[in-house]
Every structure is written in C-alpha cells, then in structure tokens.
Nanobody, 124 residues
Framework: AQPLVESGGGEVQAGGSLRLSCEAI????????MAWFRRTPGKDSEGVES???????TYAESAQGRFTISRDDARRIVYLQMNSLKPEDTALYSC??????????????????WGQGTQVTVSF
C-alpha cells in the first residue's frame, strides 16, 4: 500500500479553488516535515509548499498569496488549499515526506514516501 494517498484534484475554471488532501496511511506520521509538489509532462517536480513539525510553512513564489498548506496531525492529513487557480497550475500534485521535523528545502530530491498524486486541471 502507498504510504501517502492524495485526493481532491479535479477540473476547475480559472479563478476557482480546490483543496487537496494527503493522508498518511502506511507509516508513522506525527511531526514530520511534509510538502506538496507538482509536475507537468517534460518538467521536473516543482516544490509548492512545505510544513514542518512546528507548523512553519515555506512556499514557492508560484504559490504566494494563493495556496495555503496546513496539517491535522490527529487525522494524519496534510492539506493544500488552492485559490485563484490559473491554467498554469495544471499539474499532477503529489505530497512527500522528509525524514525529520524540519523542512529547510523544497527540492523533490530531499523528500520520499511519495503517493501516486492527484491531477489538477485548470481551464481558461
């Protein structure tokens, strides 16, 4: 079974909103750094936003003012609230976990335990 399971993707028009969920299924979850990434065909994964065990968040410039990451440790879920979506936000969104409390990076190479992702499509 996948350790992380993403959901909440879909098709929306530009300006719309979606809330993605990443549920930790297969392993101990509490207090680890978690982050959302996105990938489009032919491009490397782009780090969108991270949240560490102290609930400190770090976001990419593309997410500034529009996306908000949060976590519910009791439910073992990390959310990504996405507002004011743009067509360029269209991508496969995945969550990953670092092996520690602090994040310090939004590089996909520093994360693991990936889920299969959830597709977000934003139309004009």
């Amino acid at each position: 079974a996948q350790p992380l399971v993403e959901s909440g993707g879909g098709e929306v028009q530009a300006g719309g909103s979606l809330r993605l969920s990443c549920e930790a299924i297969g392993y101990r979850y509490g207090g680890y750094c978690m982050a959302w990434f996105r990938r489009t065909p032919g491009k490397d994964s782009e780090g969108v936003e991270s949240i560490d065990g102290y609930v400190t968040t770090t976001y990419a410039e593309s997410a500034q003012g529009r996306f908000t990451i949060s976590r519910d440790d009791a439910r073992r879920i990390v959310y990504l609230q996405m507002n004011s979506l743009k067509p360029e936000d269209t991508a496969l969104y995945s969550c990953g976990r670092r092996g520690g409390v602090l994040c310090n990076t939004l590089s996909a190479n520093d994360y693991g335990s990936w889920g299969q992702g959830t597709q977000v499509t934003v139309s004009f």
